[in-house]
């Protein structure tokens, strides 16, 4: 047998807004990641790409950005593009219509797996009911039916990864015990790298080739996988598109003009940045930053978001003035206060807004006796 190489991505959410990547537009990200796509696909001369969901962030996008995958099919004519739909893009005629004229477009079936050849291997899939979200896949496949080392595409969850994102059509790996042949699980559907490889089988997430949420710190991948005749290689590669976590401290005789200068200080424009703002603060300078958080954002483009992560200066000396009453609120009512209710609560889950509750809690009533600790 001889060498196979294919690229495998996913969760790319093509026509998804990106203002918190404000250096550069919607439009010209995706191209970016696109274009670095092709070129790596021809400096490896890979045969194919499996993208197994999520490349569209919904059917309802603007034409521009069906453009920009159309002539991502047009570049990549003499490979074969394998297509699943996610969560996020289901099948719809009236959508993929669109890119029927390629013939190197290669979209699965409904419910029904569907086999194609590609020299020693070949590639598998099929298009799934998202409202079956409890339901594992591969249960209703007999192992039997995969004759040669197989890619299958799958966009769900696997069993042990723990994501935020909703468990789709689970699947573990005692479900891939048994195949008489290589077997690589190309997955989809959850953001982060993942790569596991039992026995003769292996499961990959690349993860998003770049951050679709403002919480998608760190390196962002594509899969560039080899056959070498007996074992499926996976290789990361990384895109480029960053954002990188930076911790900036301040102190109690800050002031928001200092603020800026850390900010400049540290920014570079090569990166994009998510800045966490530690130390203790004093409350004026905890109010400032409330209201010229939007400004310092438009202020550094590429800064994504400033989290004000500091503990607010609060003098024993204005503890002191406290009430028996107040002191006891300060002390007591930490432990029992409910800031959100259940329905907020699922809202900070749905969009991914990290909260540490007992820490914002401790802060706020900080913050309040700070202003109020003087008023009579």
């Known amino acids: 047998m001889g060498c196979v190489r294919f690229i495998h991505f996913a969760d790319l959410h093509i026509g998804r807004s990106l203002s918190f990547l404000r250096a550069h537009g919607d439009y010209e990200l995706f ?150 042949v290589p077997f690589y699980l190309a997955m989809g559907h959850i953001h982060q790298f993942y790569l596991e490889t039992v026995d003769n089988v292996t499961v990959s997430y690349p993860g998003s080739p770049l951050p679709v949420r403002i919480n998608e710190v760190g390196e962002k991948y594509l899969n560039l996988v080899e056959f070498d005749g007996y074992n499926f290689l996976v290789k990361k590669i990384m895109t480029g598109i960053v954002i990188h976590e930076k911790e900036l401290n301040v102190t109690e005789d800050d002031r928001l003009e200092d603020l800026y200068d850390k900010l400049s200080k540290i920014i570079s424009d090569e990166f994009y940045y998510s800045v966490k703002i530690k130390g203790v603060a004093n409350g004026s300078l905890k109010w400032e930053l409330m209201e010229a958080k939007r ?38 009512s930490i432990k029992d206060m409910e800031i959100f209710d259940e329905s907020i609560k699922k809202l900070i889950k749905k969009y991914d807004i990290d909260f540490d509750y007992e820490k914002l809690k401790k802060n706020a009533l900080s913050y309040l006796f700070a202003n109020i600790a003087d008023d009579e």
């Open 31 to 180: 191209k970016s990641v696109l274009h670095f796509i092709s070129d790596l696909a021809d400096k490896y001369d890979v045969s194919f790409f499996v993208l197994p969901g999520d490349i569209f962030n919904s059917t309802i996008i603007d034409y521009k950005f069906k453009f920009l995958f159309a002539n991502f099919l047009k570049k990549n004519s003499n490979r074969r593009i394998y297509f699943l739909s996610g969560n996020h893009d289901p099948f719809e005629n009236r959508f993929y219509d669109f890119f029927r004229n390629y013939d190197n477009f290669i979209i699965f079936d409904d419910n029904e797996i569907t086999f194609y050849d590609e020299d020693e291997i070949c590639v598998a899939g099929a298009n799934l009911d998202f409202s079956l979200r409890s339901v594992n896949p591969l249960k209703k496949y007999d192992k039997g039916v995969f004759k040669k080392p197989t890619v299958f595409l799958m966009h769900s969850n696997f069993t042990g990864i723990v994501s935020d994102h909703e468990n789709y059509l689970p699947v573990g790996f005692n479900d891939l015990i048994g195949f008489d």
């Open 295 to 332: 400004d310092l954002l438009d202020e550094f483009t590429n800064i994504v978001d400033i989290a004000d992560e500091s503990l607010t200066a609060l003098e024993l000396k204005q503890i002191d003035k406290m009430g028996v009453f107040q002191k006891l609120l300060y002390e007591e």
